[in-house]
């Protein structure tokens, strides 16, 4: 019997509701996050359904209708049947994206799908260690330190805050700042100042963490995360680079925080989109590992 699916887009009222299933994501990547899928939505023209206790996403991916890998705690038999019936009453082939490692073995090995090329380097996520990134300790971290040190030095009455719903048009006003006067060229760069834009309003609302470090009174950086399970995910981190040394007291002040606070042992701070600058900057904290994200093939039959 032909098992019909009704995708409707992610929004700001809806989106919690499908966070409830992300707790049961298969891996530490950061597409099931409430910041990744709002802050992007229109980009990829996401849309969602909820199937016997199964998230299933549909979203426009490398100019075609992909599927994101279903979690829940539902059948992934009856899942992947739902979709395949609604690839076949829509003439589409079923692709997923975003696929981790983790769930190869089930597309590859339970459905008999195929990986048509690597995995983009640009769309990797950084992976650290939480431990790492809150203390910066040892020889390699040493270029960091000396950056921390000269801002403390600098600047020693310098606060770190986090942001609350009396502080945050102090931090919507900082990005609009930034995004005027530090923003790079780059399209997709402007693309995610003005997507973080969009989700700000809604941190509180959608429970997002977030801080930023002020000198004399002038919010010089700030960060928004999000925890699920053991993984912090960070969404946005943004610096004025004419105070030194303001990225790396983000890093450190946000990672040391959250990981107090909620006990943390490993921090995603995304992708580097193929930008040169970002990826020299994020490999320089030594992630513990990148975790690449895979398009795959399922076949079906047409009735």
Not at 55 to 81: E, Q
Request: net charge negative; with cysteine; aromatic share 14%.
């Amino acid at each position: 019997m032909l098992q019909t699916l009704s995708f409707e887009p992610i929004t700001a009222d809806n989106i919690c509701k499908t966070a409830e299933f992300f707790k049961y994501k298969i891996s530490r990547t950061s597409d099931y996050t409430i910041g990744a899928m709002y802050m992007w939505r229109e980009f990829y023209n996401t849309s969602y359904t909820i199937y016997d206790d199964m998230i299933l996403y549909k979203v426009r991916f490398l100019n075609r209708t992909s599927f994101t890998i279903p979690v829940g705690t539902g059948s992934m038999d009856r899942a992947m049947n739902a979709l395949k019936d609604y690839c076949r009453e829509h003439g589409i082939p079923l692709w997923f994206c975003t696929v981790p490692e983790e769930g190869l073995p089930i597309l590859l090995e339970e459905y008999q799908g195929t990986i048509p090329g690597m995995p983009s380097r640009d769309w990797a996520d950084y992976l650290y260690l939480a431990e790492d990134l809150a203390e910066m300790a040892g020889r390699r971290y040493s270029g960091q330190r000396n950056h921390i040190n000269k801002f403390k030095k600098l600047y020693p009455d310098y606060k770190y805050t986090r942001i609350t719903p009396e502080n945050l048009p102090r931090v919507i006003e900082f990005l609009k700042n930034y995004e005027q006067n530090h923003g790079k060229e780059a399209s997709l760069a402007q693309e995610e100042v003005r997507r973080s834009m969009e989700l700000l309003p809604y941190i509180h609302q959608f429970k997002l963490p977030g801080a930023f470090i002020e000198v004399d009174g002038v919010i010089v950086s700030m960060a928004i995360g999000e925890i699920i399970n053991d993984t912090m995910y960070c969404h946005i981190e943004k610096a004025n680079r004419d105070y030194p040394g303001s990225y790396q007291m983000i890093v450190k002040e946000f990672s040391s925080d959250m990981r107090n606070t909620y006990g943390i042992q490993y921090i995603n701070r995304e992708e580097d989109v193929g930008d040169e600058g970002l990826r020299t900057s994020k490999l320089s904290y030594h992630p513990h590992k990148l975790l690449d994200k895979y398009c795959v093939l399922v076949p079906y039959k047409n009735l």
